[in-house]
């Protein structure tokens, strides 16, 4: 795998593959500036395993910690992983940017989450999550949080293919902060026929959510929780 710390420059164009249980294959942390960069393939096979973890122990400010996902890239994790985490000090410090352009492609297994970011900025172009039982496309928490489109005038799409059981859920956006606002076109695909429940946005903040994009769900059993 890879680590970094204390201003490193991490960057991947090849293929990452761990095996263990509860690992990353690409970690970085501060004190200080932590830059990581992805324009390859990660693979991690170990139950609750990350592809991409970023760790702003130290409450650095939010564009100190820069995650760069570039078109083609491709991450695969396992029962309860997480392909790209973002994680911040505590409850009230900034957390890092993530920034994926052009198409990029997430597989988690059970219960995986294809980001999770806390207290960061999430810019999105299109991504793509296939996931399984109980999985979530992105996952943001925290009052600083944010998901708008890489640019402006980008595509700002999430597509989350679910290919489990019928009697388990799936979830494309997953908002727990208050009065969210959503500009990301989501797509979910039922594949796995899931009868218990398919959403495309989950808000779980307080406050008022609202949702500015294109909001699509085909073959759909049920779209209540």
Do not use: C
């Not at 109980?134 to 679910?162: A, F, H, R, W």
């Amino acid at each position: 795998a890879i680590y970094g710390e204390n201003n490193s420059i991490l960057k991947n164009t090849g293929t990452v593959e761990i095996t263990g249980a509860d690992s990353a294959a690409i970690y970085g942390k501060t004190p200080t500036k932590v830059t990581i960069e992805n324009s390859g393939e990660i693979k991690a096979t170990g139950n609750a395993s990350t592809g991409i973890y970023a760790h702003n122990e130290a409450g650095v400010a939010m564009n100190d910690v820069n995650v760069t996902i570039n078109n083609g890239s491709k991450i695969t994790v396992k029962e309860q992983g997480t392909g790209i985490f973002v994680n911040s000090k505590d409850n009230i410090h900034a957390g890092g940017t993530v920034t994926l352009k052009g198409t990029s492609d997430i597989t988690t297994g059970a219960k995986g989450i294809g980001i999770y970011a806390k207290n960061s900025a999430l810019k999105l172009d299109k991504l793509n999550v296939t996931t399984s039982d109980e999985g979530t496309g992105i996952y943001l928490t925290g009052d600083q949080s944010s998901l708008i489109k890489t640019t402006p005038s980008g595509e700002g799409k999430l597509n989350v293919k679910y290919t489990g059981s019928a009697t388990a859920k799936v979830k494309g956006i997953v908002y727990n902060y208050e009065n969210a606002e959503n500009e990301i076109e989501v797509v979910m695909d039922n594949q796995g026929s899931t009868e218990s429940g398919i959403v495309n946005i989950y808000a779980n903040g307080s406050g008022t959510f609202i949702n500015n994009a294109k909001l699509k769900t085909a073959n759909a059993a049920r779209n209540s929780f």
